[in-house]
C-alpha cells in the first residue's frame, strides 16, 4: 500500500514563473491538505481540498491554488513566483473525518 | 491566539544518552496533541498522539507525557541512537477537524545526536 507520493521531489525555478506540485494521497484517503516549510520552520497551512472543493484555506495569498480530481489527487499551483516561495512544501492526506494526517515526502522549490 | 511553542530551538547530545524535549500551548478548546519526526528534507512522521484524558504514551524509545492543566508536554528520548537525528515536530489540534486551521504546528526542536 502507498503512502503519500509527491512529485517532483524537487524543483528550481526563477522569479515570475508559475510552478505546479502534485500529490496522491493514502489509499482510502480522500482528503488533501498543502503545507509550506520554511527551513527550521513548522509547516504553515496553505489549504485544504475535499470532493473536489477547497474546504479550508490559510493565510495565503490568491497566487496559490490548488485543485483536486476525482480520483482524490491534488495539485498545488502557485503563480508570480517570488523568491519567498522557496520552500518544501509537503502534502498530508486523511480520512474526511479522521483526525490523523499522513504526510508526503515533500517538494523542495528554489525560486532564483 | 492559538500558539504552540516548543523548546529548546536545537539540541546536541552524545549518543546513547537520553533528552527530554518541550512543548507548551495555548490552543483552546483541545482535542489533541501529536509529536512528529521529521527528517530533514522528508514529511513528518506521526510518533505519538494523546488526547485529554491520557498523560503519558510511549512508542518504543520515545515518551510522551501529557498535562492538559498547564498546557505542556513533553517528548523523552531513550538511549538515544544516531537516526534519533531529526526535528521533532509538536502538534495540537481543537474539534471540528473539518477546518484544517484548527491544526496547529509548533516550530520544532531541532536534535542531533554525535557519536
Known amino acids: 500500500d502507498a503512502g503519500v507520493t509527491q512529485s517532483p521531489t524537487h524543483l528550481i525555478k526563477t522569479r515570475g514563473q508559475q510552478v505546479t506540485l502534485r500529490c496522491s494521497p493514502k489509499?482510502?484517503?480522500?482528503?488533501v491538505s498543502w503545507y509550506q516549510q520554511a527551513l527550521g520552520q513548522g509547516p504553515q497551512f496553505i489549504f485544504q481540498?475535499?470532493?473536489?472543493?477547497?474546504?479550508q484555506r490559510g493565510n495565503f495569498p490568491d497566487r496559490f491554488s490548488g485543485h483536486q480530481f476525482p480520483n482524490y489527487s491534488s495539485e498545488l499551483n502557485v503563480n508570480a513566483l517570488l523568491l519567498g516561495d522557496s520552500a518544501l512544501y509537503l502534502c498530508?492526506?486523511?480520512?474526511?473525518?479522521?483526525?490523523?494526517?499522513?504526510f508526503g515526502p515533500g517538494t523542495r522549490l528554489t525560486v532564483l | 491566539k492559538n500558539q504552540v511553542e516548543q523548546s529548546p530551538q536545537s539540541l546536541i547530545i552524545l549518543e546513547g544518552k537520553n533528552c527530554t524535549l518541550q512543548?507548551?500551548?495555548?490552543?483552546?478548546?483541545?482535542?489533541?496533541l501529536r509529536w512528529y519526526k521529521q527528517d530533514t528534507g522528508r514529511g513528518p512522521v506521526s510518533l505519538t498522539i494523546?488526547?485529554?484524558?491520557?498523560n503519558t504514551k510511549s512508542n518504543g524509545r520515545y515518551t510522551a507525557t501529557l498535562d492538559a492543566d498547564t498546557k505542556q508536554s513533553s517528548l523523552h528520548i531513550t538511549a538515544s541512537q544516531l537516526s534519533d537525528s531529526a526535528s521533532y515536530i509538536c502538534?495540537?489540534?481543537?474539534?471540528?477537524?473539518?477546518?484544517?486551521?484548527?491544526?496547529?504546528f509548533g516550530s520544532g526542536t531541532r536534535l542531533s545526536i554525535r557519536p
Open positions: 489509499s482510502g484517503h480522500d482528503t
Open positions: 502538534v495540537v489540534s481543537s474539534p471540528g477537524y473539518s477546518s484544517a486551521s484548527k491544526i496547529i
Open positions: 512543548c507548551n500551548y495555548t490552543v483552546s478548546p483541545f482535542s489533541n
Open positions: 494523546m488526547t485529554f484524558s491520557e
Open positions: 498530508a492526506s486523511s480520512s474526511g473525518t479522521a483526525d490523523e494526517q499522513f
Open positions: 481540498y475535499y470532493e473536489e472543493e477547497e474546504r
